[in-house]
């Protein structure tokens, strides 16, 4: 057994068996936790202050390398995936079409959220995670099952987790010291990476965002776009091309000033409250480059971020074929149920065949990060396939519900719109 | 004579007024409704103004589906050697043009409803006179029959007393529905005959027993209202049913159905409209890029994204050009049934791929509100669904290709 | 215990073998019999003998279809935490590689064809010693009943004097039929009485009752020979009905069909091992006209040769790994319809789509037959028809997705 | 009326009618043709000397621009068509298998075809050709007709038709004079453009064979691919890069020394005898340079030798959709016939739906060449619809068959290769 869930298990075991076994137990619990939540910070963000600095950064460490072919999540991961859907479909689902129309993720559902721990999975238990070993797979499976739900929101939800997972992956002594007590705590500030420019043809290794050294820090200028949370968020990772180095990521407080935040909503994932950051002659200290600035981390950095996004666009597919297959089969025209026409049920098949091979390809890449192994080819091989096969099953779901897939009624017209997103995004989460 | 499938020079002015709305009013005002949903695009009525005040011979007027088949006696003359070049063609061009501008401000324009193409396509000389020039909405659909006419369960029962039938039942999807003066609902005599008892009758909007049940919220084409009606003892004059108050085994609803054949290239040239507006923009964000469109080269020559917009741009040109032959054979009087289907069917499933890959082309441009790109692939789908969806239309298709029925094909 | 998708190391040397093989034997030797159509390649008696020295636990061994099921008692041990790599897994990884090398020649390998699966399946201990290790040919279609097998109209009468059944029909598309040992012929006892009736019968291949018809010349896999069969009056013992005699209305006819389960992914994993051969080498041609694909940018910022690579690398990726799955699952006794389906379908479409596409992007070097491409795109095609069509693959996994009989989704 | 085909006419007058009426007619007509065959000319080829010189080449005069949208062909057209499609699929598609099998298409066919006017389509009046106007639309027509019966026949036809309406277009006097006088006469030599070079990606303007200026001529270098009739060819269009000034087309007769032939027989079209040519060393005569040079020219060539492959497509998908229709109809299975299943019944319907937008935008590309308008875009879109539309078409018609597609029995695996050449090839034949 590879990985471990003791850390999480602590937080969240008494509950755990409870909500695997009664939806109810799952949403009373959810509620109760809501009461206990604390005022979200105003975007000028909290202070970030090093607590206890380690020497050097704590890493959680990689498993072991597997030899057989399994398909099988380990028990821990089992519990959580379950626990995760659980809530997912019991308070995300209800909850999508409100937050899809008003560009926000309901405060309430975000805090209840954190108690799932999602930014505990990519944190050293040194500095206060969850998870004894690195788990990509994991963040696939959370972020899979709370797409389920719905991917804004569960967009929303991860994209603090993204931050944390790059800082324990990535961070120095000092940035870890500083930003990640106040990412595990009972109050995680609202975080997204931000690689995404706002034009055509986008390639993450040719980034108008620049830096320059200057002095003792950097100046950064540019535009990220379609931030998840960027206006309630207090802390980015940005990435940028540094002088003629290559591309690099920072760390930046939202406080710092010369950003300028926008509301940028979009076709899909609206509840993420995506939105436009501006830099205009940000001054940042030596402290926030992240990795050390090196094209390798960034690299890594991206093709993390495709596996989040495939996860989502796994989770959202999941969603529209249990959508449909009750839906066909009750939907009756012609005096039989409409799943007897071919053309209807073998659109049904093709939507499971396509799903189950975007998810097993982003299993395997997300498998070979746990073990060790280069993913990048495995990484644009599955988003290739999210974002293709992903958004025909968007737009197969719509058309199987005919103008009734139309109408916002049903939930298959936000997946359609939310399934073209990962084909389109860059970042905003890793897993 | 000869072979030539270029835009006919006489509908170049047609095109160009057209194209002059879809700028100027319709895309000034396309994000404006997308966003103001359910509100009434006021700008229209000025629009609609102008253009009846030019009359339904030619300009923009011929533009609005509720023209079709209607002035196909206005220009009886041929024009050269027996081909005809005509209202069919006109229509689609100016309605293809109008919805590169935006195909919901299109579909809510007043007086340019389903409904006219309905009554106009079977009303009688009293009928036209009463109801011409009215804004009318068309309420086929109920909530348990889709695609299936057959099974529409809106009764019209007879009142011998009153001399007026009793309409009973629920209609969805009706376009322009809050909006329009009429309502030309679908009801049965007798569920029990079939589509032979299926008759459409003309509801006045403020009649009382008509009643708006609610305003679907949709994906896309968001200017144009989608109301919900419940008919509650709805009761209308026996003057206001259309065509023949006989069951006829053959003929009463083959007459309503001919509605159908008329509209749906002009469907298909609504996902043409679409799909070139996001093929404009795109090879413009393209060249911004640093991609151009290399026709001389081979598409595996060039960048990704050339080789993208040609493949995009090829199955635009196949869509558009079937639905322009089927409104070609609709002027020369040929049998459509299949070149309409063929249209209908291509370019519903091409506007939809392609808007959507033009989304993804543009990246974060063209996923976000700032352009129009993410717009247009939500109201270019509903294209490939309502007056019959890809399904029904591959139906028609496959058996008249194959000659089948529909209980052997079903 | 971990989610892992990598190729066991257990199997590596498997893997290694088959690839050599494939590389030294197959490859060397595809063309040749492409052209030599009908011509019985000598140079697989060798390998054949050399992998039954090897005996049938491993190796080389693993990768015939024949081996399948029948080996599944050989490992019953679990590898680790109860999660298996047995068989299944490790005869569809050496069948994937040989057929990288060349299906037509996988094909007709001696003593590897589909009669032995049927065998292996359902052969009692007295058969599977008569019958084991010689080379077995399955004939199931008829002229008239394709994926139909209830309509199999070959007759089997019992003659109660003799104790022989007495088979009358014609049976086509038998793969290795002229050069196999044996023959199981599928036949029914009682027409009558559909699928419950249909047994298979072993029929030596030298029996005067069974007369070749003809050989095919086709498409692709043409090493592998063909063979359309007429059944005159053929005497077969009553020893050699394999499974039970009787008519049962369930049973006997599921039994036989859990071959097709057995082999569903060996035929998917047959098209990944083609399509792989076929993107290898065009990404070494891609590489000499100086395309590198590059997986660290996004498709739509390289050359469109990568991008289409990349595209064609992907569903080729969904495909491999829907057949591991399909594989895994039989080794874990997991039922697994639904994914040998899936893979199936995936894998046979994926296959010849890729193939076809790769011929293009080579050019005249890809459509010659100076490179394999043309042929590979000719022998794949094969993968997406036989062992169940696509359409038939697409009914099973709609009828077990949505809860549906055959009655039902025809 | 823009075109008239009056020497075509007066060639073929008094049995035009009786093969519209009755295929019997045409039979003996064309078997009565075949027996005043001349012996095919050896590779070295026959001796190309001008005639009677002209002041300045002749030219077809190009249509007048229609303005109405038409489909219907002129009567001419219609007559023409009828009658090369009925040929077509009385004579080449019973003798398709062999053809394809023994890669040659029977010389008796080829004769006959002769007989149809090929060569005289796309040659001014003046020089013994048969059509008052220029008109692509025709020879589009003419192909798609023939291919109905085969591919690779009427590749092996239409080869020196091409070369016939390059010389009528681009030839000057001289060229005009010793080529054309044998194109249209009762024995026209074998010949064929040939632009395509064995390499992937093959990019017709960017050239690997090459031509250098030396004294009084030009010295070529390469190797052409897949070229149609290539061992008893006599006459032969090269493209080459000529020096830096761009492509140009050289006109070259077999006999030159330094060009060796070898068959080369691929996937499809192999009734056309495809072969490769190369030039070691070849020196040519300034008169060999074609159109002067002039890229535009070229670039020409190129998009007119695209849309004879889109005629080639069509007719063969028309043929796919003429066969599959009545065998699923005949094909019964579970107790009716196939074409009962929406799969079934749908697929047929794509092929339907597709072929008639490629034939549609075919059309469109060659009456734009009618009427002097540009089109080399229209020609791009309507390539890439054949291409891929028809490879589709070619598998879907297999798939139809099911294990019967897949054997020589049916003709169907035959336009499943053929229906490849159309994404592959460039030149070999314009229109």
């Known amino acids: 057994m590879a990985v471990g869930l003791r850390a999480l298990n602590r937080l969240a075991a008494s509950d755990l068996l409870e909500r695997l076994g009664l939806r109810e137990s799952t949403e009373r619990l959810l509620r109760g936790a809501s009461k206990t939540t604390a005022q979200t910070a105003a975007r000028a963000g909290r202070t970030f202050a090093a607590a206890q600095k380690r020497s050097k950064p704590a890493r959680q460490p990689k498993g072991e390398r597997t030899d057989l072919f399994d398909l099988t999540p380990n028990d821990e991961q089992q ?38 721990g999602l930014t505990m999975v990519g944190v050293p238990e040194e500095l206060g995670g969850a998870v004894e070993q690195r788990s990509a797979v994991t963040s696939v499976l959370m972020s899979e099952a709370l797409a389920q739900g719905d991917m804004g929101i569960a967009l929303a939800c991860l994209a603090p987790a993204g931050v944390a997972t790059a800082l324990g992956l990535w961070g120095d002594a000092d940035q870890q010291a500083t930003y990640l007590p106040e990412m595990v705590g009972d109050d995680p500030p609202a975080a997204a990476l931000a690689l995404l420019e706002p034009r055509p043809l986008f390639d993450p290794l040719d980034l108008q965002t620049r830096a320059r050294r200057s002095g003792d820090g950097f100046v950064l200028e540019g ?15 940005v990435a940028a091309q540094l002088e003629d180095e290559g591309p690099a990521l920072f760390v930046i407080e939202s406080g710092t000033p010369g950003i300028a935040v926008e509301p940028e909503p979009a076709m899909g994932v609206r509840a993420a409250g995506t939105g436009r950051l501006t830099f205009a002659d940000v001054k940042l200290p030596v402290g926030a480059l992240l990795g050390g600035g090196d094209p390798a981390v960034y690299a890594e950095c991206v093709a993390l971020g495709r596996l989040g996004w495939c996860a989502l666009a796994v989770g959202t597919g999941q969603a529209v074929l249990d959508y449909v297959i009750p839906y066909v089969n009750e939907r009756r025209a012609f005096g039989e149920p409409v799943s007897h026409r071919q053309a209807v049920a073998f659109a049904v098949a093709n939507i499971a065949i396509e799903l189950e091979g975007m998810r097993l390809a982003t299993y395997r890449a997300a498998a070979r990060v746990d073990q060790g192994l280069s993913f990048a080819r495995e990484a644009a091989l599955a988003r290739r396939l999210c974002a293709e096969r992903g958004v025909a099953i968007g737009s197969d779901g719509v058309q199987l519900l005919g103008g009734h897939g139309y109408v916002k009624e049903h939930p298959v017209e936000r997946w359609y719109r939310d399934l073209r997103a990962a084909g389109v995004m860059e970042g905003a989460l890793v897993v | 004579m000869a072979i030539n499938l270029e835009t006919p020079r006489k509908f170049q002015q047609l095109v160009d007024q057209s194209h002059m709305v879809a700028v100027e009013i319709f895309r000034k005002n396309s994000r404006k409704y997308d966003l103001a949903e359910h509100t009434y695009p006021k700008e229209l009525d000025m629009l609609a103004a102008v253009i009846e005040g030019q009359g339904q011979g030619g300009g923009v007027g011929g533009a609005g589906a509720g023209t079709v088949g209607s002035s196909n006696g206005a220009d009886k003359a041929k024009d050269s050697g027996g081909n005809r070049n005509g209202s069919n063609m006109a229509t689609l061009l100016g309605l293809t043009e109008l919805c590169w501008g935006d195909v919901g401000l299109l579909l809510t324009m007043p007086r340019q409803g389903l409904g006219q193409a309905a009554i106009a396509a079977v009303a009688n000389e009293e009928q036209l006179k009463r109801f011409g020039g009215k804004w009318a909405a068309m309420a086929i659909t109920e909530p348990e029959a889709g695609s299936d006419s057959a099974a529409i369960r809106t009764t019209a029962k007879w009142d011998e007393d009153e001399q007026e039938y009793v309409l009973n039942g629920e209609k969805i999807f009706v376009t322009s529905g809050e909006r329009a003066e009429l309502v030309v609902v679908w009801a049965s005599l007798d569920p029990s005959q079939g589509r032979a008892a299926i008759k459409s009758f003309v509801v006045e909007r403020d009649n009382s027993g008509l009643k708006l049940d609610r305003l679907e919220h949709k994906l896309g084409i968001r200017a144009s209202d989608t109301a919900n009606f419940v008919l509650d003892n709805c009761r209308v004059p026996k003057e206001n049913l259309l065509g023949s108050p006989e069951i006829a085994p053959k003929g009463g609803f ?26 404009d923009r795109t090879r413009e964000l393209l060249a911004e890029a640093g991609i151009e469109i290399d026709y001389d080269r081979p598409p595996h020559a060039q960048p990704a994204a050339a080789a993208e917009f040609i493949s995009m741009e090829s199955d635009w040109e196949a869509a558009r050009l079937l639905t322009l032959e089927a409104a070609w054979m609709a002027d020369n009087r040929k049998p459509n049934s299949l070149q309409a289907s063929m249209a209908k069917a291509k370019a519903g499933r091409t506007g939809t791929d392609i808007a959507l890959r033009c989304v993804a082309l543009a990246g974060a441009t063209g996923f976000g509100e700032g352009e129009l790109l993410e717009k247009w692939a939500r109201d270019v789908k509903i294209l490939d669904i309502f007056e019959g969806t890809q399904q029904i239309q591959l139906l028609i298709i496959s058996r008249l290709l194959l000659g089948k029925t529909s209980g052997e094909l079903k």
Not at chain 1, 82 to 87: C, H, P
Not at chain 2, 259 to 279: K, W
């Open chain 2, 254 to 279: 083959s007459g309503v159905m001919q509605t159908f054949d008329n509209t749906r290239p002009l469907v298909a040239g609504m996902a043409v409209g679409v799909a070139r507006a996001c093929l």
């Open chain 1, 79 to 116: 519990m959580l995936r379950e626990s995760v859907r659980d809530f997912s479909l019991a308070k995300l689902r209800p909850a999508a079409h409100d937050a899809d129309g008003g560009c926000a993720a309901p405060t309430e559902l975000l805090t209840q959220s954190n108690e799932l």
């Open chain 1, 223 to 237: 535009a990220k776009s379609l931030v998840p949370r960027a206006s309630d968020g207090e802390l980015f990772i």
